[in-house]
């Protein structure tokens, strides 16, 4: 699976929208790019996928660069429950089921 | 939603005895499950994969004689830890997937604290 990059921490005003940049360079043309969040001392919390388009769901926006080499997860108005560990990945083949978490992003929101 | 319940959320075991901890999947049937491991600080690392019925695979570095997994059924896999000592104290997550939609979403359980005395 495609390795990524993710800012080790960002900081977010409460209410404002929370952007989360992703890199997958070596991207292949047939793996999704997941995210997924974990607040503390709780199991992962599924939160957005896609393959080449842009996806919007009730918790969040995912933009995937044209070469898609590049993703930004979008919190549109971050609250404070939304301070949490952010997970993007990538993977091959979504059958295998397999997920390789890497370091991911500590968001926090501050009022 | 799909739901991922474990059993126990934390236990407490003196060295060299062993620690079985559940993982349900309450509202759906999980053709696979897998078993993470996470540190303080640290990232989830996969440990095994377990399929309904079969053998787990595990990942390269576990030991799969300390770290007894069984898929008995569509809804239940266990994780046994053998002759535990303080060092696999952690925090043990479990996840659960349908295999039946196109992506394969993971749902997670809210995972397991070990503590080993």
């Known amino acids: 699976d495609a390795k990524t990059t993710q800012p080790p921490s960002m900081d977010c005003a409460e209410g404002r929208a929370a952007n989360l940049p992703c890199n997958h360079s070596t991207i292949s043309g047939n793996e999704y790019v997941y995210w997924y969040r974990q607040i503390h001392s709780q199991g992962p919390q599924y939160i957005i996928h896609?393959?080449?388009n842009n996806e919007t769901n009730e918790m969040a926006s995912l933009i995937i660069t044209e070469d898609r080499k590049s993703s930004t997860l979008i919190l549109p108005h971050a609250t404070l429950r939304d301070t949490a560990v952010y997970y993007c990945?990538?993977?091959?083949?979504?059958?295998?089921?397999?997920?390789?978490f890497g370091a991911g992003t500590i968001l926090r929101v501050k009022s | 939603g799909a739901v991922v319940s474990q059993h126990p959320s934390w236990v407490i075991c003196k060295s060299g005895t062993s620690v079985k901890i559940e993982c349900r999947s309450l509202?759906?049937?999980?053709?696979?499950m897998f078993w993470y491991r996470q540190f303080p600080k640290q990232s989830l690392m996969l440990m095994a994969t377990s399929n309904e019925g079969s053998k787990a695979t595990y990942e390269q570095g576990v030991e799969k004689d300390k770290f007894l997994i069984n898929h008995a059924s569509l809804t239940l896999s266990t994780l046994t830890v053998t002759s535990a000592h303080p060092e696999d104290s952690s925090f043990y997550i479990c996840?659960?997937?349908?295999?039946?939609?196109?992506?394969?979403?993971?749902?997670f359980g809210p995972g397991t604290r070990l503590t080993v005395t």
């Open positions: 896609g393959l080449k």
């Open positions: 990945i990538v993977r091959v083949d979504p059958s295998l089921g397999k997920l390789v």
């Open positions: 996840s659960a997937t349908t295999g039946t939609s196109a992506s394969y979403e993971q749902y």
């Open positions: 509202d759906f049937q999980a053709t696979t």
